[in-house]
């Protein structure tokens, strides 16, 4: 039987069994409570919420009242966005102007469609060939320069989902912070891979983390605001969360979540010194063996554990069938836009030609990868290509 590899961590991660541990009282008759209520149940519920939401802030270097748990990530970005829009321009959006580099994540892209449709603008700032935002284009934005004028808020993703490229979000954040413009980042797939401690960026207003990209479960996450005035809620109900995020708080996840940021930060130079160990060998070994491979957002700093390539005269949604036949779990690009024929994107905007962008394939790596998988990956993927290949040429005959 063939070994099974998965190599899509950036799409989700195993929970971590400490994590699980520590969730499993809250969802048991021992600590069941609703944290609202003021009874011994309730507050035994509270004190671990309270606790949770204290482990998140640590790890990120923010107080406890600048984190607001959410559903995930997608949530998160919408209530950044959205929210920040509503604060500054009510319900008539004709005046406001978001901004984000061209390859921003959908749920961000997806979030500032929305404020289209109700009237904003929306300008996508371009990046290079290696995925790299221009900081030149950014500059007159954030000087009003281009319309309908200065921007309510920026969105920039830390590290890219699909390549990896790392913005440099020190200085983003800094050249909003002398507009005195609102900077939100999704840092989804940057926590726990590079240094992300907030505290060193007082230009970021507001950040996003999930935590089933670092060891917690699925449907929860996190919202850094550091100035809870600047953002609406889209959500109305009981007053949780100070208002900005109402509704009964998932205890189990939160503390999930709390316990997955509490690691990953203080595991993270670790982590990233070994997947980018994997991740280099890896990419070393692919392009021996199909000489022609292209590695995508090369010439950027890249986070350490995705790897993005596409190997000419092939296509994506074939390669991953065979692929997986081969005991190989690979993704396209973002998991969110899986079944998708269209090409990515985010390559689409860095330039790479149609053909490639189409053949494109994500490996990345986490808690399940090793350095002793390396030999097989690579070696599987290369008679993948090449069965590819062949069956592309058969049927350029008939």
């Known amino acids: 039987m063939k070994p099974r590899i998965y190599l899509d961590h950036a799409a989700t991660t195993p929970v971590r069994r400490e994590v699980r541990e520590a969730m499993l009282p809250f969802l048991s ?43 995930g990530g ?24 978001v901004v984000t580099s061209a390859t921003e994540h959908k749920a961000v892209l997806a979030a500032c469609h929305e404020a289209e449709r109700m009237g904003a603008r929306h300008t996508a700032i371009p990046v290079d060939s290696s995925g790299v935002i221009n900081l030149e284009e950014l500059q007159r934005a954030l000087e009003g320069k281009l319309p309908p004028g200065k921007p309510c808020i920026v969105s920039i993703m830390w590290v890219n989902n699909e390549t990896g490229v790392v913005q440099p979000i020190g200085r983003i954040a800094e050249m909003c912070r002398e507009a005195g413009v609102v900077f939100h980042t999704d840092a989804v797939q940057a926590f ?35 100035d809870a005035k600047g953002v609406h809620p889209l959500l109305h ?4 969360q100070r208002g900005i995020r109402p509704g009964t708080e998932n205890v189990p996840g939160a503390v999930a979540l709390g316990v997955a940021a509490e690691l990953a930060a203080a595991e993270q130079p670790a982590v990233a010194q070994r997947l980018q160990a994997i991740r280099d060998e890896c990419q070393r070994a ?45 993704a396209s690009g973002s998991a969110c836009s899986t079944g998708s024929v269209t090409p990515s994107h985010v390559l689409t905007a ?28 690579a070696e599987s993927f290369a008679a993948v290509v090449a069965k590819v290949r062949q ?8």
């Open 29 to 71: 008759e021992e600590a069941f409570g609703n944290p609202s209520s003021g009874h011994h149940f309730g507050r035994s519920a509270r004190a671990a919420l309270e606790a949770a939401r204290k482990q998140v802030a640590d790890a990120l270097g923010v107080t406890v009242r600048e984190v607001f748990f959410t559903s």
């Open 74 to 97: 997608t949530e998160a970005d919408n209530q950044a966005i959205l929210g920040c829009l509503v604060a500054h321009h009510g319900t008539n959006f004709t005046r406001a102007h």
């Open 192 to 226: 726990g891979k590079i240094p992300c401690t907030l505290s060193d960026h007082p230009g970021i207003t507001m950040a996003t983390i999930s935590a089933h990209k670092i060891g917690g479960p699925k449907g929860i996450g996190a919202l850094v605001v550091r």
């Open 237 to 240: 109900g009981g007053g949780q």
């Open 286 to 330: 692919l392009t021996a063996l199909v000489p022609d491979l292209a590695v995508h957002g090369l010439g950027a700093e890249r986070g350490p554990n995705i790897l993005n390539v596409s190997a000419p005269d092939t296509d994506s949604e074939t390669m991953l069938m065979h692929l997986d036949l081969a005991g190989l779990a690979c």
């Open 350 to 377: 860095m330039g790479v030609p149609t053909e490639l962008a189409s053949a494109a394939v994500r490996m990345s790596f986490g808690s399940l990868s090793s350095p002793d998988q390396v030999p097989h990956i």
């Open 391 to 398: 069956l592309r040429a058969v049927l350029a005959r008939t």
